[in-house]
């Protein structure tokens, strides 16, 4: 049989299996149906890319990674982007690109700071302390969840490098701040661009304002691979470090399976080697090896064509919620987009009002018993987990600007919902049914 036609009946029987098996038909119950905070949204083309690709069976970078980067760099309208295994690895590898020998007097040294925030994520803040770097710990805006940037400079100080932020649950944080504040001390921005694909800041997306940015693709995200990230940047030199400390450190930069690119491969004399060793085993960083395999990709190729869609969707969730908890205002204080943004939100959160008459605890408790999903803002406050507790006792490793009281506000009562594209807009209306029923049966406010 000819392997093209076979190979198109494979993939004629993919997309028949996607539809008896993975095509939901189910209708929601109210209470017994299960609202997830986020979670995968595909169809038959996720499914027949993937297998497209294990037919290859190429399996580590190859042409479906080139296609993702290249499909992800014209979306954004950023120039280079490299795919990751994870966004954890991608966050590793922006930081760890900024301490290459390269940037000469501009590189992030051991002892070294970096502003950053304790409401977020911890590997947002991992690679600072793994390295040797001390992270400078600022407090947040409650009314839009990211940097409260009157402080970023009281947090700076002469070995101040490098600032890494994260748009907070899709929201942008003041970028204009944020950008000026680095110009004028010459430091880095790493935009933790995880948990805000697609949202915008005054007409430009986000992760186009950084030095470098990145991705997520774990599947609660804006898109999934299942696991995956991208490190991305508009900075020539930074994508050569970049691509380097991501593939084992290597100097080379021919991609998987290919040889002698440059025509010079047995031409070069670099370090202490002799001339004309092998340039595709010649080291520049101590890198690793973070690539994603190309059936992640292709899985990835097929989401991005629908990011705009699930945007869009996610927006009207945002939005649904907003408008239906109106009533209950007395009760929560409700996230702000910061001026100048369209986020493309990541989940939906409140904060229990001190007067609300309840606890968070008591709230969630609640909708969790009604099969509604919830979530805290990540670490809430960073510093008070058991990572910590060393650091901490000792005093040492970090730096605290202030009393951080907005982020152990948000550590102490807030929590957030969905607003994911799968989630159908009965089931937006039920999140709002539901958290209006409690307020209701939680009586007047003590």
């Known amino acids: 049989m000819n392997p093209d036609k076979l ?18 038909s189910s209708s929601f119950i109210a209470g017994t149906t299960k609202i997830g905070y986020a979670g995968r949204v595909y169809d038959e083309r996720e499914m027949v890319n993937v ?13 479906f990674s080139k296609e993702f980067e290249k499909k992800f760099c014209d979306f954004l309208g950023v120039r280079f982007c490299n795919l990751v295994n994870s966004g954890s690895s991608a966050n590793l590898l922006a930081f760890m690109s900024l301490t290459s020998d390269g940037l000469g007097d501009r590189k992030v040294q051991r002892g070294d700071e970096v502003i950053t925030v304790a409401a977020g994520f911890p590997t947002t803040v991992a690679p600072i302390v793994q390295y040797g770097a001390i992270p400078v710990f600022v407090d947040v805006d409650l009314q839009t969840l990211n940097v409260d940037v009157s402080m970023l400079e009281l947090a700076w100080s002469t070995k101040t490098k490098a600032v890494i932020l994260a748009h907070t649950l899709g929201n942008p944080f003041n970028i204009d701040a944020v950008q000026q504040f680095c110009r004028t001390h010459g430091v880095w921005l790493i935009e933790d661009n995880c948990d805000a ?41 930074l994508a050569r470090i970049i691509e380097s400390m991501r593939d084992w450190g290597r100097d080379c930069w021919c991609p998987s399976g290919k040889d002698n690119t440059c025509g010079k491969r047995f031409e070069h004399q670099l370090g202490e080697l002799p001339f004309g060793y092998d ?33 869009d969707l996610r927006r009207r969730n945002y939005g649904l919620l907003r408008e239906g908890l109106r009533p209950v205002e007395d009760r929560f204080v409700f996230v702000e987009p910061t001026p100048g943004s369209d986020p493309a939100w990541f989940g939906f959160l ?26 805290m803002l990540f670490a809430g406050n960073i510093i008070k987990h058991p990572c910590f507790d060393v650091m901490r006792k000792e005093q040492r490793g970090y730096r605290v600007i202030g009393e951080l ?22 089931m937006v209306e039920f999140v709002v049914e539901e958290i209006t029923k409690f307020c209701s049966r939680a009586g007047s406010r003590s």
């Open 7 to 24: 190979k198109q009946e494979i993939l004629s029987k993919v997309e028949e299996y996607y539809r008896l098996v993975h095509k939901g």
């Open 51 to 63: 297998v497209d690709a294990a037919l290859e069976f190429w399996l580590t970078y190859g042409r």
């Open 197 to 237: 694909l697609g949202s915008n800041y005054k007409g430009r997306y986000t992760g186009r304002f950084g030095d470098i940015a990145t991705s997520s693709f774990y599947p609660p995200h804006h898109i999934t691979m299942g696991e995956g990230g991208a490190v991305y940047t508009n900075n020539k030199d």
């Open 279 to 311: 340039h595709k085993y010649t080291y520049s960083h101590f890198g690793y090896n973070l690539k994603a395999s190309d059936l992640q990709a292709a899985v990835g190729c097929a989401q991005l064509d629908k990011l705009k869609q699930f945007c």
């Open 350 to 375: 409140m904060i229990v009002r001190k007067d609300a008459g309840f606890s968070r605890k008591d709230v969630v408790d609640y909708l969790e018993s009604r099969q509604i999903q919830t979530r």
């Open 405 to 426: 009281v907005n982020t152990n506000r948000l550590m102490e009562d807030a929590f957030w919902v969905g607003v994911y594209p799968g989630m159908a807009t009965e």
